[in-house]
């Protein structure tokens, strides 16, 4: 059986389904940056003196985000998914996919590390260090997230000048 061409109608509803996923990954962006921005406020807060609360909050912030990263990773990588619609014949593509998905194994347990730091029981956290490794952990988010930015606007809103 040979494929059906592509009709002008197939065609819209395509638009209209890539246009679908591309609003549903910036709204789990959206999201991603507002628990960004919180554990920011929540590390940027004073902590001599007040290690515990200052640990709390920035777990607590921390834990949002895990969560977050979780929603993002089964929508994007799951059937009928962002990862799903993307041109996986076009040249590099499947490769930068592949390597997307690594990150989100990466990046999900370096938030898992993170909570474990800070949430070390009785021990007074060490508050500059887990600065400075979620400093680390949220320039890796935001680099990620631009690269899917990236490749969602290329696979879907791009002409790469295919044939008429």
Not at 89 to 102: D, F, N, Q, T, W
Not at 126 to 135: G, K, N, Q, T, V
Request: glycine residues 6%.
């Amino acid at each position: 059986m040979s494929p059906k061409p592509k009709t002008e109608n197939s065609t819209q509803v395509n638009l209209l389904h890539q246009a679908g996923l591309s609003k549903k990954t910036q709204l789990e962006h959206d999201d991603l940056v507002e628990c960004l921005q919180r554990l920011e406020a929540a590390l940027a807060s004073p902590a001599p003196g007040r290690e515990f609360e200052w640990a709390g909050r920035a777990g607590a912030e921390l834990l949002k985000i895990e969560a977050s990263l979780q929603r993002h990773i089964l929508s994007s990588e799951g059937e009928g998914g962002l990862f799903a619609e993307l041109d996986l014949s076009r040249g590099a593509v499947p490769a930068r996919v592949e390597k997307l998905r690594r990150e989100h194994e990466q990046l999900l347990e370096h938030a898992k590390r993170l909570v474990q730091r800070i949430q070390n029981g009785e021990q007074l956290p060490d508050f500059a260090a887990i600065r400075r490794e979620a400093a680390d952990f949220l320039a890796a988010v935001r680099h990620h997230y631009s690269k899917e930015v990236d490749l969602i606007y290329e696979c879907f809103w791009l002409d790469i000048g295919v044939g008429d």
